[in-house]
């Protein structure tokens, strides 16, 4: 599902996916078989999900039997404790959706995943940890694009596609309850529909941060592009505060002009990764102060359009990429770059499957 073109309402994020991750796979809820695959990993070794402190949650797809589609694709999914600095391979869920995405949350015990459900779209499901036992939590979804844990108690919340609709939207979906709640979601004029982008969750303001824009500014962008042949031109894209127990919306900033293709958030500060062209241009990384609205650039020595995370500690990033400031692909994977050392750590290398996406979290 993550694009911004939209021609149908079928359709997939290509630079997220390779050619592979289009297979087709019949939808199983299954529960998933712990793999035989070994997994490289910084340390070769797996670890007890115990203690305290933060960890990434990272989706990886693969062919179950490393060769062909004949048997499906598995979205293999693990953590990286940033204390002990191990890889632990938790499990396989299955791979039936439209784009592929998992997060881990250990303080429930769980993987929340998306899944395809016959022809009715993607739907939220859950992987129990202890019990082994999947569980499909919604049947109104058409696709998601982003899901974030927030606490034990409060919500999970979705970037997502209503059945029937093409606008992404910010859903906070009730884990007890199983209630949602869709944002601008009552009586809202077709012609100023704000589709959401990018979500991150900030633990010490309690606090979701959603990137959004004007759906139809965007179509007319697309027809100036189309008409003049020449690269599209984002709409102005903003970022909004919601704190995740009112709901209540606060501004905090308005890029003129600028695709925000990734953020994260950490403690006073949102982290950007903005664009000049959609879906093209070198990517350009930004602090945000919450609290004033201001905006300081950085200069990182990476190339990385999606999924770059502050340190709990403000000492460096935890991104998507490459080590080469070149070459996208070049050893592609998962790593640590130090501001003061200069120097990126590799956690976790691509090598037979793809990594899709990485989340950091609170334990």
Same mark, same amino acid.
């Given at each position: 599902?993550?694009?911004?073109?939209?021609?149908?309402?079928? =359709?997939?994020?290509?630079?997220?996916?390779?050619?592979?991750?289009?297979?087709?796979?019949?939808?199983?809820?299954?529960?998933?078989?712990?793999?035989?695959?070994?997994?490289?990993?910084?340390?070769?070794?797996?670890?007890?999900?115990?203690?305290?402190?933060?960890?990434?949650?990272?989706?990886?797809?693969?062919?179950?039997?490393?060769?062909?589609?004949?048997?499906?694709?598995?979205?293999?999914?693990?953590?990286?404790?940033?204390?002990?600095?191990?890889?632990?391979?938790?499990?396989?869920?299955?791979?039936?959706?439209?784009?592929?995405?998992?997060?881990?949350?250990?303080?429930?015990?769980?993987?929340?995943?998306?899944?395809?459900?016959?022809?009715?779209?993607?739907?939220?499901?859950?992987?129990?940890?202890?019990?082994?036992?999947?569980?499909?939590?919604?049947?109104?979804?058409?696709?998601?694009?982003?899901?974030?844990?927030?606490?034990?108690?409060?919500?999970?919340?979705?970037?997502?596609?209503?059945?029937?609709?093409?606008?992404?939207?910010?859903?906070?979906?009730?884990?007890?309850?199983?209630?949602?709640? =869709?944002?601008?979601?009552?009586?809202?004029?077709?012609?100023?529909?704000?589709?959401?982008?990018?979500?991150?969750?900030?633990?010490?303001?309690?606090?979701?941060?959603?990137?959004?824009?004007?759906?139809?500014?965007?179509?007319?962008?697309?027809?100036?592009?189309?008409?003049?042949?020449?690269?599209?031109?984002?709409?102005?894209?903003?970022?909004?505060?919601?704190?995740?127990?009112?709901?209540?919306?606060?501004?905090?900033?308005?890029?003129?002009?600028?695709?925000?293709?990734?953020?994260?958030?950490?403690?006073?500060?949102?982290?950007?990764?903005?664009?000049?062209?959609?879906?093209?241009?070198?990517?350009?990384?930004?602090?945000?102060?919450?609290?004033?609205?201001?905006?300081?650039?950085?200069?990182?020595?990476?190339?990385?359009?999606?999924?770059?995370?502050?340190?709990?500690?403000?000492?460096?990033?935890?991104?998507?990429?490459?080590?080469?400031?070149?070459?996208?692909?070049?050893?592609?994977?998962?790593?640590?770059?130090?501001?003061?050392?200069?120097?990126?750590?590799?956690?976790?290398?691509?090598?037979?499957?793809?990594?899709?996406? =990485?989340?950091?979290?609170?334990?």
């Amino acid at each position: 599902m993550r694009t911004r073109h939209y021609k149908s309402f079928k =359709f997939f994020i290509l630079f997220l996916l390779v050619p592979a991750l289009l297979s087709s796979c019949s939808p199983s809820t299954a529960p998933p078989a712990e793999s035989a695959v070994p997994i490289k990993t910084q340390s070769g070794e797996k670890t007890a999900l115990a203690g305290q402190g933060q960890y990434l949650s990272m989706t990886y797809t693969e062919y179950v039997n490393g060769k062909n589609a004949d048997q499906g694709m598995v979205m293999r999914v693990m953590t990286y404790d940033l204390s002990s600095k191990k890889v632990t391979k938790l499990a396989d869920v299955p791979y039936t959706s439209q784009y592929p995405l998992s997060v881990v949350s250990l303080p429930d015990h769980k993987i929340y995943y998306s899944a395809g459900v016959g022809d009715k779209g993607d739907q939220l499901f859950s992987y129990d940890l202890n019990t082994k036992k999947n569980e499909q939590l919604t049947d109104n979804l058409f696709a998601i694009n982003r899901i974030v844990p927030t606490t034990p108690d409060g919500p999970l919340v979705l970037v997502a596609v209503k059945k029937g609709e093409r606008i992404l939207k910010t859903i906070f979906y009730n884990k007890t309850t199983h209630a949602m709640k =869709f944002m601008h979601d009552e009586n809202q004029d077709k012609n100023h529909e704000e589709q959401t982008w990018s979500i991150t969750y900030n633990p010490a303001k309690k606090a979701i941060y959603s990137s959004h824009y004007s759906a139809k500014e965007q179509d007319e962008q697309r027809e100036i592009s189309n008409r003049t042949q020449t690269i599209m031109i984002p709409p102005d894209n903003k970022v909004t505060e919601i704190n995740s127990v009112t709901k209540q919306e606060r501004s905090v900033i308005t890029l003129k002009n600028q695709e925000i293709s990734s953020m994260s958030s950490s403690n006073d500060k949102l982290l950007l990764i903005t664009t000049r062209f959609i879906n093209g241009g070198n990517p350009e990384y930004s602090l945000i102060d919450i609290a004033t609205g201001k905006r300081t650039k950085i200069k990182l020595p990476i190339l990385s359009r999606q999924f770059v995370y502050m340190s709990p500690d403000g000492k460096g990033v935890y991104y998507l990429g490459s080590a080469s400031e070149k070459n996208e692909e070049e050893g592609r994977g998962v790593y640590y770059y130090d501001f003061t050392s200069k120097i990126q750590t590799p956690i976790f290398i691509q090598e037979e499957g793809f990594i899709n996406n =990485f989340m950091l979290l609170n334990k």
